[in-house]
């Protein structure tokens, strides 16, 4: 069973950075494609960004040219490198193993609090 568990969240300034990490066990990390979600107060959950077992990335419309989602296989990890955060950016922040077109989730981690103050 793939176990997820992330972590680096926190409370940042609007215009900081903070890294997520996903760290994943139980599984071959390598050939799955993983994703970043997020849920703010009284909204529903959305794709953050996803990557493939290629590397290859997708992003948000809200978060392209400052998310930066990358894996490092060998420690079986999947990072969220945000930078110029926003208030709007504040939400917990789910790791999710996903199907290639990120329809289907195999696994979740339990979420991480990003607090982006003003």
């Known amino acids: 069973q793939v176990q997820l568990v992330e972590s680096g969240g926190g409370l940042v300034q609007a215009g900081g950075s903070l890294r997520l990490s996903c760290v994943a066990s139980?599984?071959?990390?390598?050939?799955?494609?993983m994703a970043w979600y997020r849920r703010a107060p009284e909204k529903q959950r959305e794709l953050v960004a996803r990557?493939?077992?290629?590397?290859?990335?997708i992003y948000a419309d809200s978060v392209k040219g400052r998310f930066t989602i990358s894996r490092e296989n060998a420690k079986n990890t999947v990072y969220l490198q945000m930078n110029s955060l926003k208030p709007e950016d504040t939400a917990i922040y789910y790791c999710?193993?996903?199907?290639?077109?990120?329809?289907?989730?195999?696994?979740w981690g339990q979420g991480t609090q990003v607090t982006v103050s003003s």
């Open positions: 990557i493939n077992s290629g590397g290859n990335p």
């Open positions: 139980g599984g071959t990390f390598s050939r799955y494609t």
């Open positions: 999710a193993w996903v199907d290639s077109s990120g329809s289907l989730s195999f696994a």
